[in-house]
């Protein structure tokens, strides 16, 4: 669902640019309650995984594909503040080093993709786990569903900005059909990939997912007529399995963005099937990024196609792994001393 440039007029563009960046600012204060030591990598992680399988495009119809938007991933395991970052942080590299997505439609994009979806997913999920039971399948089950309606609410939320801004003169009816009819099958991807990659940390790790946060409480002894929790000796084992998760999760987004991603589908997006069948596309310009040397996701000058898309995945991966990590590490360091995640009251 990248927007190119000329989808939508400099006003509204800059009106969403506006918009992004004071989510982005928000999102920043935010993510500083819900980030530490553990969690600061996890998010760089998950910036990363997302990049990768969003180069990952699943058929859905007949010539059409669609791949992972990532915002319900994202709140779900590192939390909705960081999930804002995180998605954005990735559409910043796709647009400056891939050309993918224009640049004066950041802002859009940002929104569409990196807003509004973690607000509908965290808003669905929180409500799902409320009242469901307390167990993990819940929480897996609850983000298979927010995920699932974060995709068409990311459609309409374009449809809306395009009936504000569209530079093309088409029935608006007619967008909104094809736009959620398109992205209801590309959100039930969303959601298998979302509900499994949620349910294989959780069986490593759930303390490290955020909506799981407050699932497991700890047994408690009574010690004088008084109710105490046992202590923990979970830290040092702790560290190794957190370790163990992150090399495991780099080198699955390695694996993904460098050699399965040559085996996506070649169609095109709901989007680009949708701006070309109705004519959306009509104003679309050249992206600023075309000559970067990464544009198009593959490596200029390398001939070999599964080569050139390999290195361009790995390198993809790399940057987004190491420009998230530093932006939620800053984050971090900078959350005041008193507070930490899991002081936060549930949901925050």
């Not at 939390?79 to 950041?106: E, H, N, R, W, Y």
């Not at 509004?116 to 929180?126: E, G, I, N, Q, S």
């Not at 967008?175 to 349910?199: N, R, S, W, Y």
């Not at 530093?326 to 005041?336: D, L, M, N, S």
């Amino acid at each position: 669902m990248h927007v190119p440039d000329g989808f939508i007029n400099a006003p509204v563009s800059a009106v969403t640019g506006v918009v992004a960046a004071g989510a982005v600012a928000v999102s920043l204060r935010g993510a500083r309650r819900e980030l530490d030591e553990r969690t600061a990598p996890l998010a760089g992680l998950v910036a990363a995984f997302i990049f990768a399988v969003q180069m990952l495009n699943f058929p859905v119809a007949a010539g059409t594909s669609g791949h992972l938007l990532g915002g319900a991933l994202a709140a779900i395991l590192v939390g909705p503040f960081t999930g804002v970052l995180c998605v954005s942080v990735v559409l910043l590299m796709q647009g400056i080093l891939f050309a993918d997505g224009g640049l004066t439609a950041l802002g859009v994009n940002i929104t569409d993709m990196a807003i509004v979806t973690t607000v509908v997913a965290y808003a669905v999920f929180r409500g799902l786990v409320k009242v469901l039971p307390r167990t993990r399948r819940s929480v897996t089950v609850a983000s298979f569903v927010a995920a699932l309606l974060s995709v068409p609410a990311a459609a309409v939320a374009f449809t809306l900005i395009y009936a504000i801004g569209g530079t093309t003169d088409i029935a608006l009816s007619k967008v909104a059909t094809a736009m959620v009819g398109v992205h209801v099958l590309i959100g039930i991807g969303e959601a298998v990939i979302t509900a499994l990659t949620v349910g294989a940390v959780i069986a490593v790790r759930p303390d490290l997912v955020y909506g799981a946060r407050g699932l497991q409480r700890r047994l408690k002894l009574r010690v004088n007529g008084e109710l105490v929790d046992t202590p923990s000796t979970a830290p040092v084992a702790a560290g190794s399995s957190h370790r163990k998760v992150w090399i495991t999760g780099l080198v699955t987004s390695l694996v993904l963005a460098g050699f399965v991603s040559f085996y996506a589908s070649a169609s095109p997006d709901g989007l680009e099937k949708v701006a070309k069948d109705k004519g959306i596309d009509a104003k679309a310009e050249a992206h600023a990024s075309d000559g970067s040397p990464l544009a198009g996701y593959g490596v200029k000058d390398v001939s070999d196609a599964r080569l050139s898309g390999g290195l361009a995945g790995v390198i993809g991966v790399g940057v987004t792994v190491v420009a998230g990590s530093g932006v939620f590490w800053a984050a971090r360091r900078r959350r005041p001393a008193d507070t930490s995640p899991a002081s936060v009251p549930e949901g925050v």
